[in-house]
Each structure stands twice: as C-alpha cells, then as structure tokens.
C-alpha cells in the first residue's frame, strides 16, 4: 500500500466503494485523512463498514469542510452530466480527483524522478502495459503494475528511484489527475469510444493527449488520424516523441509492424534509407497479429527508453505469455492449438482472432450484440467448422449457413469436445480451437471470466475423455504436448475488466 500523507489531517469526500475506491480509502486513512466514504449501493457501502469505514451519505454532509473529491472513474465528471457530487464539490469550491492523482502527489513528495510508465489507447492498453512491465521484469527491473489493470494504484508500493510503475490510464482516470506526469507516455490509437462520457470525439482525444503531451518522452501510434494529429502537434512543440505504425513504412525512426517483423527505417548521411530488423515476432506465440505488431511495438519504444537492450527485449517479447481471455493459448493437445479469446464480446473483437490465425475450429455464440457476426463474412474462410452455443446459436446458424460448416453444441463443454475432436483429425499443420464468441456471456456466464475459465477446464478435462485428442504430457516429456506457460502477471489478468464490456478500451 502506498499511504497517501499528502492529505493527513485532511478531510476528504470519497465516492465510490467498488473497485479501486475501499483500496483508495485504506490508503487515505493510512495516511492521516479523515475519510467520508459514500456508493450508491449498499452492498458496497457494507463491505466498508466490514472494512472499519463507516458510510456517511454525502447528501447531507456539510461540503465547506472537505478539501477534496476522490471520484471513482465510473461515475461521470462532465458528460452526460457531472454525478451529483462533482456537483456538489464544485458548489463547495472542493477540487476532484481521483487515485491516480494521489499517486502521482505521493511520488512527488516521495520521489519526483520515480520511473512511471503510463499507457493509454482505445484498444490494446491492458496487453501493452503487461507487456512493457513484463519485458522490464525479465530484464532485472524492480516493477509494479496497475492502474486500470488489475491492481488498484495505491495497493503498489511506493515510488522510488529504482522502482518502475507500469500504469494503465483510462481516460477517466486521466480526467481526474491533473498532475499527471509521466517518464515515459504511450498512446497506441483513437477510436469512437464511450462518447456518451465524453461528448464528443474531439473532447475523448484532448484528454488522451494530455497523458503524452504531459510526458517527458511520448510513444504515439501514427495509424489512424486523431493520433497522427496529436503526433505531428507533438513533433511541432519539440517535444521528445517517437512514432509507432502499422502502416506507415516511410515513417523514419518509427517502430513499425510489417509482415510479422518489428521493424525501424533510418536516414543516413548519404541520404539514403536503411531499414532496421528488430525482431521476428513469430516467436512471440503470445503476440500473433497486427494489433498485437501495434502493441510490441510501443512496448519496445518504450522499453528502449528506459534503457533495456535490444536483446532483453527480444527475449521480454518472446517469453511474454498473454493476458487470461485474449487469444490466450491455453494448451496444445498434439498439433491442436486451443485459444481462449472469451474477452471478445462482439464482432470487432473476434475479428483480431481471425485475422491472426488460419485452419480454426471456432466456438461462437452466447448473448449477441447488434450486427451479430455478419460484418465478419470476409474471414469466414479461413474457418473450418463452427460450433455454435448459447442463445444465438440460431441466429448464428442463419449467417453462416452455406458459408461454413457448424455444429449446433449448445453449451460450451459439448463445443469444445466436439472442436477437439475434428481438429484432431485435421490435416491441418495447426489446428486451432478458438473460443471468440463475439458475444456476451450473460445467457449461461456471469462475465466473459468465467467463460474463458470454464473453456480451460473444458480443455483440461479432454485427457479424461474419449476425443481423440492427446492429453498434454509433463513440459519435461519432449515427445509429448507443450502446456503453454502459465501467466506472469496472473494478479493482472483477474481483473483486466471490471465488466463485460471491460473498463474502458
């Protein structure tokens, strides 16, 4: 726990008990404030009162007396309307904050120069920020990880000169730490996201960019127009700032992703171009397609700056083992490849696991969303079968009737026996098992979690079972199956998202 001091003797106002908001409160009181803790729900509200806190409704309190708001990042600062305390707070004069801002006040009464990593992005911020803090593990560092992934900020330890925190930031949280100031500042890409929070795409992007803008050395992707144009305002200010692309192989000293490799082009004095190979990253198993090329990229940019070698990363990039439920590879049965992909709830996110794999026995179906699967016709080819469950198992069948050959399975242990099966008698070099069902769980799954963890134990239990499949050997047997590597940040993958939908993405 990092005690947050700077606010002893202090009372604040803090609203907001799920999540990071009791870690938040503990780390208050650890430091000397008096704490008025409030939610909404009263099953929150108890396990304060479990926790020593005594919920006083912040209604009726008297605001002149608070010096601050701490604000859980779920409830609204500005669209569609501040929540009544933000309201309340501004009537009083009484500023809000939220847990990164106490961080980021503790280090800088702790130690200004603490190394802080802070990454940012619509997509792909929860395998980036697990990614850099893995390569820097691998490479001897001293880290901590949090933020919006998995551990809340204030249950880290605290900053020092020789400890990195590797921090994802939501834009939410970004909106409520004004001293926001990190060593290193990534932001992967901009799309339409929660604009209901926002009010509009550019409001959602001027709070991205003040997360790299504040930064002492920026990595911004260049591959879509919101971030090429906070990189080119970067580039104008003189500000340290680097470039990522998947599509851009002109982009002098860009990291880029092109055709499987990591890739820098460099001008030299003859004014020639010479292009750099970093690393191949088809040996990185746990880093298959282009948005993951997106995602290593701005982890090397980053790594690279904080001093870790071409080497160490390479090595960082190979050995990285994924987040639970995103195209997470959780065993090889013989030449059978089984992919837990539970985090994809709809279309667009399925579709990264076709585009990254080939010969798939695929295990769709659950709650469907608007558009259903139709939008991915174009990758249909390149599956084998389809196994469909759950409710729109129907709905399904129409779409890719004619298309692709299914099996209505119903539930998700009959489709992952029924897709072991016929991947084993593939002729395929490698067969894969991919659970992506491009729905919500909630038909017969309390959250895509306990999906992705019943499809491991489904593949788990196929040893025991007649389906023709081999079962996994011990990783000392060098004839037999490879158990893929369990994970390095499993604290991490837990609670990656908060929701069904995730925090924010």
């Known amino acids: 726990m990092i005690p947050v001091s700077t606010f002893s003797g202090k009372t604040v106002a803090l609203f907001g008990l799920g999540g990071s908001g009791l870690s938040t409160a503990k780390a208050l009181a650890a430091g000397g404030a008096r704490v008025y803790v409030w939610d909404d729900s009263e099953p929150a509200c108890e396990k304060a009162r479990e926790a020593g806190f005594t919920p006083y409704d912040l209604h009726e309190a008297d605001w002149s007396l608070f010096h ?6 779920g409830a609204p600062l500005t669209h569609p309307a501040p929540h009544w305390t933000v309201a309340k707070a501004r009537d009083a004069g009484v500023e809000v904050i939220g847990d990164i801002e106490l961080f980021l006040r503790e280090r800088a009464r702790l130690c200004p120069r603490a190394p802080l990593v802070a990454i940012t992005g619509t997509n792909g911020k929860s395998t980036t920020t697990s990614l850099i803090a893995h390569i820097l593990r691998e490479a001897g560092a001293d880290v901590q990880m949090g933020g ?25 949280q970004i909106d409520l730490a004004p001293s926001l100031n990190p060593s290193v500042g990534v932001l992967l890409n901009l799309t339409p ?4 929070r926002h009010g509009s ?100 940019s980053a790594c690279e700056r904080l001093g870790v070698t071409h080497d160490e990363i390479g090595a960082g990039l190979k050995s990285y083992p994924g987040l639970a439920h995103r195209m997470e590879q959780v065993a090889r049965h013989g030449k059978v490849l089984f992919v837990n992909d539970s985090k994809a709830t709809n279309a667009d996110a399925a579709e990264k696991a076709l585009l990254s794999f080939n010969d798939i026995y695929w295990i769709i179906g659950g709650k469907a969303k608007a558009g259903g699967i139709a939008p991915l016709r174009p990758l249909f080819p390149k599956v084998r079968k389809a196994y469909l469950i759950g409710a729109a198992a129907d709905e399904f069948a129409k779409t890719i009737e004619g298309a692709v050959a299914y099996e ?25 098992v991919l659970l992506s069902p491009a729905c919500a ?25 007649p389906s023709g499949v081999s079962a996994p050997q011990d990783e000392t047997d060098q004839g037999g199956a490879d158990a893929v590597p369990p994970h390095a940040d499993e604290a991490a993958t837990s609670a990656v998202a908060q929701s069904e939908g995730g925090a924010e993405s």
């Open 68 to 73: 601050a708001l701490i604000l859980t990042p």
């Open 148 to 172: 919006n992934i998995g551990v809340p900020i204030l249950d880290l330890e605290p900053p020092s000169e020789t400890r990195i925190h590797v921090v994802e930031c939501s834009t939410f």
């Open 193 to 196: 996201d929660h604009l209901d």
């Open 201 to 300: 795409m550019e409001n959602y992007a001027a709070i991205k960019q003040r997360l790299v803008e504040a930064s002492e050395f920026a990595v911004v992707g260049r591959d879509d127009v919101y971030c090429e144009a906070i990189f080119q305002y970067l580039k104008r200010l003189g500000h340290a700032v680097v470039g990522i692309s998947n599509t851009q192989p002109q982009a002098l000293g860009a990291v880029r992703y092109e055709a499987g490799m990591l890739r820098r082009a460099f001008a030299l004095p003859s004014m020639k171009t010479l292009d750099e190979p970093l690393f191949d990253l088809s040996r990185a198993p746990a880093l298959r397609g282009a948005h993951n090329g997106q995602n290593a990229a701005a982890a090397f």
């Open 408 to 432: 209505q399975c119903g539930t998700l242990d009959a489709a992952t026996a029924a897709a072991a099966r016929d991947a084993a008698a593939s002729d395929a070099a490698e067969p894969v």
């Open 441 to 465: 769980s909630y038909d017969q799954f309390k959250n895509f979690e306990l999906r992705g963890d019943a499809f491991r134990e489904a593949v788990r239990g196929l040893e025991t079972q």
